[in-house]
């Protein structure tokens, strides 16, 4: 497939036109961080202020009526971009608050034949390639559950080593946490035999998509997990909105982590019992205006299509990786090859700290990641302290790849290494 | 105001040829700090004798401003009183919350003067504080007072 139309589609993104340092164009390559947005999703949620505004799912009048359709919507949307169903979406304020939703499900207080009673008896698989929205909540559900956590290692490309899943995923385990694509190697996850193994032994999998979502094309009836997350800043969206998707049948099951307004079926002075998800994991007025803004983004996604998002990517990465190889001294983390990867790639520059890479960079307009992109356990593993990330989207070009190359050699100038 | 003013030649000497980066075995404290949003170290060992730093030393990983910081930042020290050095402290945290509005005074601060650039920089302040937030609190441990 060919390249998108990045002239088209950079003019929906303003601020891809300015200058940064010295008058330098942007090039901005921290997509895995943040991703721009367009100005249709800014126009979406200054349209819901200034038009609809009301607290969703509450009063007698109009408005409330209007916000009520806007934000419903907005969830169909989110649904059908990963083909689930509307009542599995629960809107949350990000990955990370998705993800502790989850591990507050699990208690060691639930009777017995709960499918979210945990004991020191059960284990809690992750990885080592986590970002720590997907490990901490886990150390603390093992902290409080007294459940052993577990993880598996990564191979010398950095992908998730599957060899020991058989023993290390096993009849003990309750949940596999873990990521469809690294934010720092770019891996992606082999999914099919971990999610095999976690079904043989009746373990729960949840996927964190935050990388894989805003860059593909996802299927929750394909991957087969039972929970799913991502974030909608990454994916053109607003900032202050995630999605966690879960199988309804678990859900139904599943304690809520945060209570109060408007997800309750029946209260008294004493106690009270849940609605239904997804309101039973919605308490108090919703962040309504974001969530339209990220139905915006998914539809404006789709237009330009998934696929095409990815094989465009797909052609950035490759020109980025070829580049790489060919300055001496950078080595790259994990796959230097597309298989298997997706558009983060970390790298290392022998003789130069990666905050000062990222700094010559900036000079030229270049926005990178530095540092350890809050995976420590990776960066431990790896041995390093810190690396330089670039990752793209779909408003990037081959001549910024070639900006971002050729900044990369002025900082081998610049220290004289 | 571009690369020139945060990476002086100073800084990128004692980067490539750090002073004092060798933990000595004799000390009166040691301590440990790190900058958890960058991942930069650095250890940190005084002698202390009568109120005067009779050997510092360091060792750590981090950027070139975070280890020149730390190389000029040893040997401004070395051999000064508690008090001096907490002086320093001051004087060199003052210039890196200046914005770039503050103007160094070079009889005091000598070498770590070169840092002045780096004020214009928000995100880099904290590398070059690292070793003298490590200086602090391993004074005010060997019997400094505020
Ligand atoms: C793989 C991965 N998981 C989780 C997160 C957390 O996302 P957020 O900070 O939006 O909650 C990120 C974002 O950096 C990520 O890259």
Known sequence: MPLLDTNLIRQDFPILGRTVRNGKKLVYLDNAATSQKPLVVLDAERNFYLNHNAAAHRGAHLLAEEATDAFEGARAIVADFISAQSSEIIFTKSATESINVVSYGFSNHLSKGDPFYISKDNNIVVTQLEHHANLLPWQQLAKRSGATLSWLGITADAQIDISNIDSMINDKTKIVAITHQSNVSGAITQLEPIVKRAREVGAMVLLDACQSVPHMPVDVNKLNVDFLTYSGHKAVGPTGVGVLWGRSELLEKMEPMITGGSMIDHATIESATWAKAPKKFEAGVPNMAQAVGLGTALKYLTKIGMDKIQSHEEILVAKALTGLQDISGVEIIGSKSLLNRGSAISFTLEGVHPHDVGQVLDDYGIAVRTGHHCAWPLMQELKLNATTRASFYLYNTPEEVDIFLNGVREVKKFFKV | ?146
């Open chain 2, 1 to 146: 105001m571009g690369l020139e003013s945060l990476y002086q030649e100073i800084i990128l000497d004692h980067y490539k040829r750090p002073k004092n980066k060798a933990l000595q075995d004799k000390y009166s404290v040691e301590v440990h700090h790190n900058n958890p949003s960058c991942g930069d170290e650095i250890t940190l060992r005084v002698q202390v004798e009568n109120q005067i730093i009779k050997q510092l030393t360091w060792d750590g990983v981090g950027c070139s401003i975070s280890q020149a910081s730390s190389s000029v930042m040893s040997e401004l020290t070395q051999g000064a009183s508690i008090e001096k050095a907490l002086e320093l402290e001051v004087s060199f945290l003052e210039l890196m919350q200046g914005k770039g509005q503050v103007e160094a005074d070079e009889q005091e601060l000598a070498d770590a003067v070169a840092f002045s650039g780096v004020a214009r920089y928000p995100a880099r302040v904290k590398c070059a504080l690292l070793s003298w937030m490590a200086l602090k609190d391993a004074l005010l441990r060997a019997g400094g007072s505020k």
